[in-house]
């Protein structure tokens, strides 16, 4: 199973987005957009700021294994 370690993280606020490197052996719960300045949290019932608002899961879940 390939693991993607790179995600299009889109701010809900004013929809600035980027490609960024997840980290791989834990969750990022703070995402700081670069337009606004806006810190993004996770959606509740999710584990991370990239399950929330990117266009990949993180690691953890794409392995299957839960949340961080």
Do not use: R, W
């Not at 929809?15 to 980290?23: E, Q």
Request: overall charge neutral; glycine content about 4%; proline content about 9%.
């Amino acid at each position: 199973m390939n693991i993607e370690i790179e995600s299009k993280i889109t701010c809900p606020h004013c929809g600035h987005s980027k490609l960024v490197k997840m980290p791989t052996d834990a969750c990022q719960f703070f995402y700081t957009c670069d337009n606004c300045n806006e810190v993004l949290k996770p959606k509740q019932g999710d584990c991370c700021v990239f399950c929330s608002y990117a266009s990949v899961p993180c690691p953890p879940i794409q392995k299957n294994s839960g949340c961080c």
